[in-house]
């Protein structure tokens, strides 16, 4: 089976502190694996190094079963989903617009429409992309992310700020593109339900990886059920 | 308005120079709006005028010198922008005054004001010459096919500069390349409307663009269509009633924007 993503021994430190120490775990072809930790836990220390923003650490990344620091051809194959799209309110670009911006290959722009379709937002086309709800510009985002017909998604805790509607819309969708279009999901998230629902692996991340596996062996542990389970709450009491 | 005036050569060349003038300021100024980097035209061109004088006291073209200067200190400016971490605004009035203050050290070595100054800090396009108007098109047309080349890696960068990086865009690179059109927009359009006024024509067509609510190409066609309309028109006005040309054109885009205002304010277009 293709390794989608192996991770050895990473460590990143930040001047007085060490942001990920010694975390190693792989991601095979077709998980879907959901990354769950508190706030400052490292996750976006994480995704950063893995999508070759910081590139000061110590350790191993590999892609595909080539090492990032090879060649930047991986990122071809991944769509990226951030935490909060940011961008100029009034940024005079349509979703249509928004979403070809990703598109390497002018022919393929009828996928455009397709994906949009796919996503509900069909509609939506020719607005405006400030002109749309939280939850709408995530799903452009995600287009933004599919139209290249990625292997891999990375999703940054992408319902931060979402009503619940649009959340639920949002997990049925990547429920669908894992296992009907077989796209390897890695996903980091606050809530723990929605984890449960969806991924089939598991890593636990608080600056060093508590624990990488199966997702059901996760909820046997009730040990760690009950950590986390905490640290979910305390942080959507933060965020509320 | 008498047509005849469209048969003199100074006015075809200074029609021509002016509308290709307004549609690449149009279009290196809507990247720039975006980035909100406004002000960086108008530091370029404030930087342009030490370019200008240092040309005038050697007795080389000054445009030449002004292209040298002004693109050096741009680039110069961003790198250190970038390496110390300084704010966009912050860098843009260091540029800016460092500019005018070589320019005003030059004049006073070289022994005051000239006219050939005041031609270029407040434009003379009705004395543009056939070389200067071949020189305009040939960069108009070349800064235009870079931009239709890299369309995307343009506006992706723009748009979002996390995001592009990891769809594979060499940003770094995208950015100096926007600092390097805008610097050249610069120094061409500067026969138009001189240093003072140069930040009207990158800002001004762009801003009243953008709020009609239009998809990015429609919003670079409203911007350019608003652009050569307000040059076009000054040109003419400004000869006819033999009033100063840059500022007639300046007015007359600013006269856009407020009737945008008004009828945004009435409802018919939505924002």
Redo the contacts between chains.
């Keep these: 089976m293709l390794k989608v993503l192996e991770i050895e021994h990473l460590t990143v430190d930040y001047p007085g502190v060490r942001a990920l120490d010694d975390v190693s775990f792989t991601v095979n072809e077709g998980d879907f694996l959901g990354i769950i930790g508190p706030n400052g836990a490292g996750k976006s220390t994480l995704f950063a190094s893995m999508l070759g923003m910081n590139t000061k650490y110590k350790g191993k990344i590999k892609f595909f079963e080539i090492d990032i620091k090879k060649s930047k051809d991986y990122l071809k194959q991944i769509g990226y989903v951030p935490q909060k799209p940011i961008f100029e309110k009034n940024f005079p670009a349509t979703v249509i617009d928004v979403v070809r911006m990703d598109l390497r290959k002018e022919s393929e722009k009828n996928k455009i429409d397709e994906i949009l379709q796919q996503l509900w937002i069909h509609e939506l086309g020719n607005r405006r992309i400030g002109e749309l709800s939280g939850g709408q510009q995530q799903r452009v985002f995600i287009a933004k992310a599919l139209v290249n017909n990625p292997k891999l998604l990375i999703l940054d805790e992408p319902v931060t700020g979402i009503d619940q509607q649009s959340t639920d819309l949002f997990y049925s969708i990547l429920k669908e593109l894992n296992s009907k279009q077989k796209i390897t999901i890695i996903w980091s998230s606050h809530d723990l339900d929605a984890v449960k629902q969806l991924a089939n692996h598991i890593a636990c991340l608080n600056r060093t990886l508590f624990f990488h596996g199966e997702s059901d062996e996760f909820f046997k542990n009730d040990e760690l059920v009950k950590q986390y389970s905490e640290a979910s709450m305390q942080e959507h009491m933060h965020h509320h | 308005m008498s047509l005849e005036i469209l048969s003199f050569g100074f006015m075809q060349r200074a029609l021509i120079s002016g509308a290709a003038i307004a549609i690449l300021c149009s279009v290196v100024g809507l990247f720039l709006v975006?980035r909100?980097y406004s002000l960086f035209g108008d530091a370029i061109a404030h930087s342009s005028f030490g370019g200008i004088a240092l040309g005038l006291m050697a007795g080389i073209y000054p445009l030449w010198t002004a292209y040298g200067v002004s693109l050096v200190s741009a680039l110069i400016i961003t790198r250190i922008k970038d390496r110390f971490n300084i704010s966009g605004d912050a860098s843009v009035a260091v540029l800016l005054s460092s500019g005018i203050a070589v320019g005003l050290v030059i004049i006073g070595i070289s022994g005051g004001f000239t006219i050939d100054i005041f031609s270029f800090l407040f434009g003379s396009i009705l004395l543009v010459s056939v070389n200067d108007t071949i020189m305009i098109l040939a960069l108009t047309g070349i800064i235009l096919i870079v931009v239709l080349l890299l369309y995307?890696q343009l506006?992706?960068s723009t748009?979002?500069e996390?995001?592009?990086?990891?769809?594979?865009i060499q940003v770094e690179k995208i950015n100096y390349l926007i600092v390097f059109m805008a610097g050249v927009t610069v120094v061409t359009s500067i026969q138009l409307v001189g240093v003072l006024l140069i930040s009207a024509l990158f800002v001004i067509p762009n801003v009243t663009?953008?709020m009609y609510?239009?998809?990015?190409?429609?919003?670079a066609l409203l911007s350019i269509t608003f652009s050569i309309f307000s040059v076009v028109t000054g040109i003419l006005v400004s000869y006819v009633f033999d009033i100063a040309p840059a500022g007639t054109i300046v007015l007359l885009s600013i006269g856009l924007f407020a009737g945008t205002i008004g009828i945004r304010s009435t409802g018919l277009v939505k924002?």
């Design positions: 975006l909100r995307r506006l992706y748009f979002n996390e995001q592009a990086q990891v769809s594979g663009a953008i609510g239009k998809g990015f190409k429609q919003t924002t």
